[in-house]
């Protein structure tokens, strides 16, 4: 989702960077470092600076720390904010009795097994790979109306990234409800409240 223009030229005079490997440089040689989202200054001058050091070639594995933001479903008169006749789109490939609660709330809920053709979903859904699965996932909660994420990880970072993109900022997440209702901001991601996502800053 970033200019790759733009990201390389924001390195000159910071760091060479190549687009091929030299023949001299093999990628079994070099050092996995994994690095939260985000680090500090600190962060790298003590945990990925000496590794560099001593080793010469690291390669840098992003990692998104997840939290669970799953909320049970609860029919107990609190405001939704959504109405009965809402389509609901959820990631899961199948239906689980778990969320039976939820289409008790939203009748029009779906996974993917319920709404692809039945020729379909041998290819999609019990294939080994599950690559198909997730660009459903990602093509579809990209272009939602809204976009409610359960995780806090990548696949999330990714989808605001690309909603950011195209303008679709409606993006809420689960938040703890004091009452028997809140106001509706109280549920926006941060990605939009605090534009705290690099696509604010970065996309172009």
């Known amino acids: 989702i970033y200019d790759v223009g733009k990201f390389i030229n924001g390195l000159d005079g910071v760091v060479k960077v190549v687009r091929e490997l030299p023949d001299s440089v093999s990628i079994r040689d070099f050092e996995v470092v994994r ?3 985000r680090v500090s200054e600190a962060y790298i001058a003590e945990k990925i600076e000496p590794v560099f050091r001593s080793k010469g070639n690291i390669r840098v594995a992003s990692y998104f720390p997840s939290v669970n933001m799953r909320k049970t479903p609860q029919k ?7 109405g009965s006749g809402t ?11 778990s969320l039976d609660v939820l289409k008790d709330i939203f009748p029009k809920t779906y996974t993917k097994e319920s709404v692809m053709p039945a ?4 290819r999609f859904l019990e294939s080994e790979d599950s690559e198909f699965e ?4 990602y093509y579809l909660c990209s272009r939602s109306d809204v976009f409610v994420p359960a995780i806090s990880g990548l696949f999330y970072a990714n989808v605001a990234g ?4 195209t303008g679709k900022t409606q993006i809420l ?8 209702s809140s106001p509706i901001t109280s549920h926006f991601s941060p990605y939009i409240s ?3 996502h690099m696509a604010h800053t970065c996309f172009c």
Do not use: H, M
């Open 173 to 180: 997440v689960p938040a703890e409800i004091p009452g028997t």
């Open 162 to 165: 690309k909603r950011i993109a």
């Open 87 to 97: 389509v609901i789109y959820l990631t899961q490939s199948r239906w689980d009795e």
């Open 35 to 37: 690095v939260p989202n």
């Open 76 to 82: 107990d008169g609190r405001k939704v904010g959504f």
């Open 194 to 196: 605090k534009r705290n």
């Open 119 to 122: 020729e379909k979903k041998s």
């Open 134 to 137: 997730k660009v459903i996932d």
